[in-house]
T-cell receptor, first 115, second 112 residues
């Protein structure tokens, strides 16, 4: 059973550069979520997709952030013109959409460090 | 922003002892879930309790939910060194999508 896969695991970049992360969800899951987690805090919701449709975006998701899920399978999260405050762990999760009580399955995240 | 507060922030116990963590939240929920996170890893789903349930068990885990007080507790019985991790409660929203709002977490250390 393949879980949620995120790549890369670590990304170090200079301020002002663009970065892109990829998430491959569990294959039969039609919901995909992105969260951001800073040190010592719980994850914070960024956005989610049902199939290829992006249905909700948090106010945390500034104009520099964009997420896509073009074919309803894998998703990418891009950050343009990175800033120091973007340093965090970016977590992807997936779930089924039947009912309201489906657990979310998380990947191991991409840790972003901005120099 | 974080919805929940967890208590205690850190907990250190001996192997074999029980560990209790508490979580409070602010808004109406569909469900409350507990997750475990080992250092540098993603979150692992432990247990889900629906808003109309009061108590649920899974192996060495026992979760209670009091919607009138907007609080939940997680009890881990007969703890093991492998239980050392951060534990987060998360509430599933009553709106669409079941996005999760996480608490600040409890760091549990189980010593041999």
């Amino acid at each position: 059973d393949t879980g949620v896969s995120q790549n890369p695991r670590h990304k170090i970049t200079k301020r002002g550069q663009n970065v892109t992360f990829r998430c491959d969800p569990i294959s039969e899951h039609n919901r995909l979520y992105w969260y951001r987690q800073t040190l010592g805090q719980g994850p914070e919701f960024l956005t989610y997709f049902q199939n290829e449709a992006q249905l909700e975006k948090s106010r945390l998701l500034s104009d520099r952030f964009s997420a896509e899920r073009p074919k309803g399978s894998f998703s990418t999260l891009e950050i343009q013109r990175t800033e120091q405050g973007d340093s965090a762990m970016y977590l992807c999760a997936s779930s089924l959409s039947t009912g309201t009580d489906q657990p979310q399955h998380f990947g191991d995240g991409t840790r972003l460090s901005i120099l | 922003s974080q919805q929940g507060e967890e208590d205690p922030q850190a907990l250190s116990i001996q192997e074999g002892e029980n560990a209790t963590m508490n979580c409070s939240y602010k808004t109406s929920i569909n469900n409350l879930q507990w997750y475990r996170q080992n250092s540098g890893r993603g979150l692992v789903h432990l247990i889900l309790i629906r808003s109309n349930e009061r108590e649920k068990h899974s192996g060495r885990l026992r979760v209670t939910l009091d919607t009138s007080k907007k609080s939940s507790s997680l009890l881990i019985t007969a703890s093991r060194a492998a239980d050392t991790a951060s534990y987060f409660c998360a509430t599933g929203s009553t709106g669409g999508g079941n996005k999760l709002t996480f608490g600040t977490g409890t760091q549990l250390k189980v010593e041999l």
